[in-house]
């Protein structure tokens, strides 16, 4: 394949721009992941408990406990992580609490966002801001 000066310029302008515009499908990485996780359904808020620290010391691991009394399943997400899936929590019928906790890493201040499906097909979510004074993930 033989490339003109031109078309090398065009293709290089044409990277540069597409690298500066802002993606929507990677703008709001964290909606996309709630809306798959309801099947688009808007979730609403209450009903999930979230116990996490109100500051964190260090961002490396982050104690996280979430619980949502007749829940299906329960995911975590975190707003600014590079990838917001943190956790996903799947309860069977004989399940003797919907529940669970884990350990999670921050990069930096950021909401930490539950969202619970429950047995009757709602959705409910609640987040906590955890504010992280040595960045996990690099920060």
């Given at each position: 394949?033989?490339?003109?000066r031109?078309?090398?310029?065009?293709?290089?302008?044409?990277?540069?721009?597409?690298?500066?515009?802002?993606?929507?499908?990677?703008?709001?990485?964290?909606?996309?992941?709630?809306?798959?996780?309801?099947g688009?359904?808007?979730?609403?808020?209450?009903?999930?408990?979230?116990?996490?620290?109100?500051?964190?010391?260090?961002?490396?691991?982050?104690?996280i406990?979430?619980?949502?009394?007749?829940?299906?399943?329960?995911?975590?997400?975190?707003?600014?992580n590079?990838?917001?899936?943190?956790a996903?929590?799947?309860?069977?019928?004989?399940?003797?609490?919907?529940?669970?906790?884990?350990?999670?890493?921050?990069?930096?201040?950021?909401?930490?966002?539950?969202?619970?499906?429950?047995?009757?097909?709602?959705?409910?979510k609640?987040?906590?801001?955890?504010?992280?004074?040595?960045?996990?993930?690099?920060?």
């Amino acid at each position: 394949m033989n490339l003109t000066r031109r078309e090398t310029l065009l293709m290089g302008a044409g990277a540069a721009l597409a690298a500066t515009l802002p993606m929507p499908a990677m703008a709001d990485a964290v909606s996309d992941a709630i809306m798959a996780f309801t099947g688009g359904v808007e979730p609403t808020e209450g009903g999930v408990t979230l116990n996490a620290p109100e500051i964190a010391e260090n961002g490396n691991t982050v104690p996280i406990g979430v619980e949502a009394e007749g829940a299906e399943s329960i995911i975590l997400l975190s707003t600014g992580n590079p990838l917001p899936d943190v956790a996903t929590f799947t309860f069977g019928p004989l399940a003797a609490a919907q529940s669970g906790s884990t350990r999670i890493r921050l990069a930096k201040t950021q909401d930490v966002i539950a969202v619970a499906k429950m047995s009757d097909g709602s959705f409910h979510k609640t987040s906590a801001l955890i504010k992280v004074t040595i960045g996990g993930c690099g920060g």
